[in-house]
């Protein structure tokens, strides 16, 4: 196993730390949230400590998309959520503050008053977009 012995979800892999688990198996692992943003928040982390999405090697992050997705329908049918938003962030700038990679399932509900992404009503200049385009693929 790949571990850094300063990360606090490599401390709850090797139980030194509590956490409130969903699921685990050899290769991944489901716990509860902390701090929820809403009744069943969870985070679902490979065992590996891998930083980010740039760092996971394909294989283990198809077998952790499964386990997302198995964790995920068992949130809905027992919680009885009326949706869910998977989110996983990286990197500082955008807002990952533990660098071990990790998916977060958050339960919704209709009209909980929660966030939503913020879509800006200014529309592109097709102009612009052609431009990222051309440094994106060039
Ligand atoms: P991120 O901002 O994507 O890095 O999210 C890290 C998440 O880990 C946050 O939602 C924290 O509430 C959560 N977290 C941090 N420490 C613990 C812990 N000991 N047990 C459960 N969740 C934790
Ligand atoms: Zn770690």
Not at 45 to 72: G, T
């Amino acid at each position: 196993m790949i571990k850094d012995d300063k990360c606090i979800f490599c401390k709850i892999i090797e139980k030194s730390i509590p956490s409130k688990i969903l699921f685990e198996n050899d290769k991944n692992l489901a716990f509860l949230d902390i701090f929820p943003v809403s009744k069943g928040h969870t985070i679902v982390i490979p065992k590996n400590h891998y930083k980010n999405l740039e760092e996971i090697p394909n294989n283990a992050l198809s077998e952790l998309f499964e386990i997302v997705k198995k964790v995920s329908i068992l949130i809905h049918k027992k919680l009885k959520v009326d949706g869910y938003n998977i989110l996983q962030n990286n990197f500082r700038a955008a807002g990952q503050v533990v660098n071990h990679y990790h998916v977060h399932i958050i339960p919704r509900w209709n009209e909980d008053g929660k966030f939503k992404l913020y879509i800006p009503k200014k529309q592109a200049k097709e102009e612009e977009l052609n431009q990222i385009l051309r440094i994106i693929k060039e």
